[in-house]
């Protein structure tokens, strides 16, 4: 079903590409939480899970395919232009060449890895938001919002870490990053879980909008009917 662009809708594409694309770059940097040792990234992106859940419950999985696909393609425009940049002399007076490739100078590996699961894991996470409304007759809001982020959250960590850093780091300790990362994103979701709720009210109440994926095809790849 085709659906005029509302201001809603628009604010919230613009906030799930910003985030996915702020992630990226943070993930440069390993922080350390008490005891636990994650990446920077993890205070951003598990915001574009949220925006995700939101976009699929009222829109429905055809606008959250959409947005995921134009995320993907900022993503790989910004990664582009890092690393032509990277490429150009720099002037001999300027002093942060290093540091600059440093932060924006991400292996093949990491990108091909950051991409290939951001894919996988928002389309898994649109998909059981989506389904579990229409078996849920659109009741139990927070527990598929959980269950959804759940999925997409483990499947773009099993998908990342393997690609990124097998050879490099011991399979011992991606299995720790691996849970960590889901965990930790899933209670992020856990947390916030208040204020999705009444977004997600707020936004039905804005659009008049409510819609169940009832008769749509799930192909990811099938966007002429968004």
Not at 69 to 86: D, H, M, P, R
Not at 149 to 175: C, K, M, R, Y
Request: glycine share 6%; hydrophobic share 55%.
């Amino acid at each position: 079903m085709k659906m005029k662009v509302t201001v809603p809708f628009m604010l919230m594409g613009i906030l799930f590409t910003v985030c996915l694309v702020v992630s990226n770059l943070l993930e440069t940097k390993v922080i350390q939480l008490g005891f636990v040792t994650a990446t920077a990234g993890l205070m951003v992106f598990p915001i574009s899970y949220i925006i995700n859940d939101c976009i699929v419950e009222v829109w429905g999985y055809r606008k959250a395919c959409m947005m995921i696909w134009i995320g993907f393609g900022v993503n790989f425009f910004v990664v582009g232009l890092t690393q032509l940049a990277i490429l150009m002399p720099a002037a001999p007076y300027w002093e942060g060449e290093e540091a600059f490739d440093f932060i924006f100078g991400l292996t093949p590996r990491i990108v091909t890895g950051s991409l290939c699961a951001f894919l996988v894991g928002s389309f898994i996470n649109a998909y059981v938001m989506s389904r579990m409304k229409v078996l849920s007759n659109g009741n139990y809001f927070w527990l598929r919002a959980i269950v959804s982020t759940l999925a997409g959250e483990s499947a773009d960590s099993l998908i990342f870490f393997p690609i990124a850093f097998v050879g490099i780091i011991a399979w011992e300790n991606l299995w720790v990053l691996i849970v960590t990362q889901v965990a930790l994103k899933s209670l992020y979701e856990v947390l916030v879980l208040p204020l999705t709720v009444h977004v997600v009210r707020w936004v039905k109440r804005m659009d008049g909008c409510d819609v169940y994926d009832r008769a749509v095809s799930f192909n990811p790849f099938n966007i002429k009917d968004v």
